[in-house]
């Protein structure tokens, strides 16, 4: 009977610690940077479709595109001289690259999530950022939570600039 009570007792905690885990679990789609553009905007990312990849010296990244960037890209946008159309979004991955332990040669893979950065294309919303607006959350590991970048949607603009000849996105559709 005590052994019984005991382990009704442990299942009880067990239930309480990762019930309580899973309330103050961050709901990541509650986010927005500080002019508005919301990580809501952006739901179901994870499922989208790989463009390409990057890697620079500090982090390695999946470009994704939603169904809309998708199209206009098979379509030969921007090399065609069309704009994205309203509703195009990218999401960019970024991890920390690390060695990997299980291949058979030496690959680097990624490590931790640094932050996941979004285009929207909106003529509306953001015509004074050549139509695009931007949002970056950054990841901490330790917490398991995103923050908004400070920058807000606006924070992409100026380094787009010098992609304005492809409608200020730097990510081309390579073949397949």
Known sequence: MKSISV???AVAVVLAVSGDRAISAQDK????????LAFSEFRGYEDWQ???????????????????MI?????GVPGNGQPFPDGAKIAKIH????????APAPTVVPGSLANVDF???DSK??????NWGYAEFDYEAASETFTPH??????GAACHTIAAAKDSVFTAYPAR
Do not use: H, Q
């Open 150 to 155: 400070e920058t807000g949607a606006s924070c």
């Open 125 to 130: 919303r953001f015509s004074d950022t050549a």
């Open 95 to 102: 991890w920390k690259p690390k060695d990997s332990e299980d």
């Open 71 to 75: 199209d206009a890209y098979r379509a």
């Open 7 to 9: 382990a009704v007792i």
């Open 119 to 121: 285009m929207v294309r």
């Open 29 to 36: 789609y509650t986010l927005k940077v500080p002019d508005g």
């Open 50 to 68: 790989v463009v390409a990849v990057s890697k620079t010296d500090d982090l390695m990244s999946a470009i994704l595109a939603n169904p809309v």
